[in-house]
């Protein structure tokens, strides 16, 4: 375990510097490119939260936070909106927020961290900040500010801790994640350093998730439960509760029993310095599964659209990649729509047969269908060692298609469309939040929603945008 940084002893100060960072941090020291890409974060985190409604997994959760009482503090999102302690209504949302596995990824720095070791960094650190948030009636400066905040500390954190953490098999964007939330509430509820610290040391005892569990509805529940822990760690620091404060420090810290240790020099010095949101970045999704096979699905789009192969004329498909892609995207034929989010085969089935891989698309209906299942038959996957070699900083693969008349054609996939080579313009994340937003809210409530996180700085009350996005009748009061 590493405790150095350029030559100075910082052993049990990685706790100290995010503490000093959440208390320390405020709306007007972001520089501006922060906060432009804070927004942007923002229209795509409530895009996906509001399109992730609809999924089973929110359904029963729903279903599940209605049988049982609580105070009337915060809403639930979507077209069906309730209200419900602050904690569970951000559980509600984060789930739904990564139900479709179509919300953003942090990026890596350096080839050494593993691509997945990294998280989906807005939906925590949102839900947590909108539902305490819409519990005191913040502003929506004071959101932002919260939600910058514990993006910042959730990416640190991510970027620090040993890779072993996630070959290991843990999902972070669940362990990681309640720390971002945390800190998103502690800055919410004004905690001062001990209390901040104290909510550290409660999430740290919160923080889990585990990758067997990918392909199934408690994916989703891990952002979810990220969420709601760091409230409640938030809550409960600020009600008194005690906890260590060097939390992700020493033998017994959550850096070491989590993943064998940390890169002190990640960390310690380098909250803000720079933000992880600008430098290196965050990607939006294309499609709503695993970005582990984004550029393989770009790859495989250019491949029939540009040689016109309709998907009888397709006799192999293969993939070569590494084993960062081949073994997260674990399903090698998928039966339903949430197995298909990890499956390489039906990712590159769906767009041979349909040139795109939507919504609609990541369907159960449309996975188990006769065409998807043969075509799914047709895809080899090969571990490539050469790619393998590279590194794990970019998720690097390469599409062969071979077809009935003889010809070979191959793409390389290391860019896709989202990410730091080939960001979202504004206007395609406007389309995005459109298409997520459509069937949930009435086509005024998305403008003005839309309108209403594009200018949230100038909102006066949080509690106006999660009306604008829970409501179908926006001039309507809530219920509290």
């Given at each position: 375990?590493?405790?150095?940084?350029?030559?100075?002893?910082?052993?049990?100060?990685?706790?100290?510097?995010?503490?000093?960072?959440?208390?320390?941090?405020?709306?007007?020291?972001?520089?501006?490119?922060?906060?432009?890409?804070?927004?942007?974060?923002?229209?795509?985190?409530?895009?996906?939260?509001?399109?992730?409604?609809?999924?089973?997994?929110?359904?029963?959760?729903?279903?599940?936070?209605?049988?049982?009482?609580?105070?009337?503090?915060?809403?639930?999102?979507?077209?069906?909106?309730?209200?419900?302690?602050?904690?569970?209504?951000?559980?509600?949302?984060?789930?739904?927020?990564?139900?479709?596995?179509?919300?953003?990824?942090?990026?890596?720095?350096?080839?050494?961290?593993?691509?997945?070791?990294?998280?989906?960094?807005?939906?925590p650190a949102l839900s947590a900040s909108l539902a305490a948030g819409?519990?005191?009636?913040?502003?929506?400066?004071?959101?932002?500010?919260?939600?910058?905040?514990?993006?910042?500390?959730?990416?640190?954190?991510?970027?620090?801790?040993?890779?072993?953490?996630?070959?290991?098999?843990?999902?972070?964007?669940?362990?990681?994640?309640?720390?971002?939330?945390?800190?998103?509430?502690?800055?919410?509820?004004?905690?001062?350093?001990?209390?901040?610290?104290?909510?550290?040391?409660?999430?740290?005892?919160?923080?889990?998730?585990?990758?067997?569990?990918?392909?199934?509805?408690?994916?989703?529940?891990?952002?979810?439960?990220?969420?709601?822990?760091?409230?409640?760690?938030?809550?409960?620091?600020?009600?008194?509760?005690?906890?260590?404060?060097?939390?992700?420090?020493?033998?017994?810290?959550?850096?070491?029993?989590?993943?064998?240790?940390?890169?002190?020099?990640?960390?310690?010095?380098?909250?803000?310095?720079?933000?992880?949101?600008?430098?290196?970045?965050?990607?939006?999704?294309?499609?709503?599964?695993?970005?582990?096979?984004?550029?393989?699905?770009?790859?495989?789009?250019?491949?029939?659209?540009?040689?016109?192969?309709?998907?009888?004329?397709?006799?192999?498909?293969?993939?070569?990649?590494?084993?960062?892609?081949?073994?997260?995207?674990?399903?090698?034929?998928?039966?339903?729509?949430?197995?298909?989010?990890?499956?390489?085969?039906?990712?590159?089935?769906?767009?041979?047969?349909?040139?795109?891989?939507?919504?609609?698309?990541?369907?159960?209906?449309?996975?188990?269908?006769?065409?998807?299942?043969?075509?799914?038959?047709?895809?080899?996957?090969?571990?490539?060692?050469?790619?393998?070699?590279?590194?794990?900083?970019?998720?690097?693969?390469?599409?062969?298609?071979?077809?009935?008349?003889?010809?070979?054609?191959?793409?390389?996939?290391?860019?896709?469309?989202?990410?730091?080579?080939?960001?979202?313009?504004?206007?395609?994340?406007?389309?995005?939040?459109?298409?997520?937003?459509?069937?949930?809210?009435?086509?005024?409530?998305?403008?003005?929603?839309?309108?209403?996180?594009?200018?949230?700085?100038?909102?006066?009350?949080?509690?106006?945008?999660?009306?604008?996005?829970?409501?179908?009748?926006?001039?309507?009061?809530?219920?509290?």
């Amino acid at each position: 375990m590493e405790f150095q940084a350029d030559g100075v002893n910082n052993v049990n100060k990685a706790t100290e510097a995010t503490v000093d960072f959440i208390v320390g941090a405020k709306l007007g020291s972001f520089p501006a490119a922060v906060i432009r890409e804070g927004r942007r974060c923002l229209i795509d985190g409530c895009a996906v939260i509001l399109a992730g409604c609809a999924a089973e997994s929110s359904r029963i959760i729903r279903r599940e936070l209605r049988q049982g009482a609580g105070r009337p503090e915060a809403t639930v999102l979507g077209s069906d909106p309730m209200q419900a302690p602050a904690r569970l209504a951000a559980l509600a949302n984060a789930t739904a927020g990564h139900a479709l596995d179509y919300d953003d990824t942090q990026l890596s720095s350096s080839p050494d961290r593993v691509f997945g070791l990294l998280t989906h960094p807005t939906v925590p650190a949102l839900s947590a900040s909108l539902a305490a948030g819409e519990k005191l009636g913040v502003s929506g400066a004071k959101f932002l500010e919260a939600f910058l905040t514990g993006f910042e500390v959730e990416c640190k954190i991510a970027e620090a801790i040993k890779p072993d953490h996630y070959k290991r098999g843990f999902h972070s964007s669940g362990t990681i994640g309640t720390f971002g939330a945390a800190a998103s509430a502690a800055k919410v509820l004004g905690l001062d350093w001990e209390h901040a610290a104290r909510a550290v040391g409660i999430a740290a005892s919160m923080a889990s998730g585990i990758r067997v569990n990918f392909g199934t509805m408690t994916k989703p529940l891990h952002m979810g439960r990220a969420a709601e822990n760091g409230v409640f760690a938030a809550e409960l620091a600020a009600d008194g509760f005690t906890a260590d404060a060097r939390a992700l420090d020493g033998p017994w810290g959550f850096f070491q029993v989590f993943g064998g240790g940390y890169d002190a020099d990640r960390i310690i010095g380098k909250l803000g310095n720079p933000y992880n949101i600008v430098d290196p970045g965050v990607s939006v999704k294309p499609y709503p599964c695993g970005s582990l096979g984004h550029p393989t699905m770009d790859a495989m789009l250019r491949i029939v659209t540009a040689n016109d192969i309709q998907p009888d004329r397709i006799r192999t498909v293969r993939i070569r990649a590494g084993s960062n892609i081949l073994e997260p995207l674990r399903y090698r034929k998928a039966q339903n729509e949430l197995e298909a989010k990890f499956c390489l085969p039906f990712m590159v089935s769906a767009i041979a047969l349909r040139r795109r891989a939507g919504v609609r698309e990541f369907t159960d209906a449309f996975v188990r269908s006769e065409p998807v299942q043969k075509m799914m038959e047709r895809v080899e996957l090969v571990t490539d060692r050469e790619i393998e070699a590279l590194g794990f900083e970019k998720m690097r693969s390469r599409v062969e298609v071979e077809l009935t008349d003889g010809r070979r054609i191959v793409e390389r996939a290391e860019t896709y469309r989202g990410g730091p080579d080939r960001p979202f313009t504004l206007e395609e994340l406007r389309g995005k939040f459109a298409e997520c937003a459509e069937g949930v809210l009435p086509s005024p409530a998305v403008a003005q929603a839309l309108a209403a996180i594009e200018s949230i700085e100038n909102v006066r009350s949080i509690r106006d945008l999660a009306r604008l996005l829970s409501n179908p009748n926006p001039a309507a009061e809530p219920a509290r």
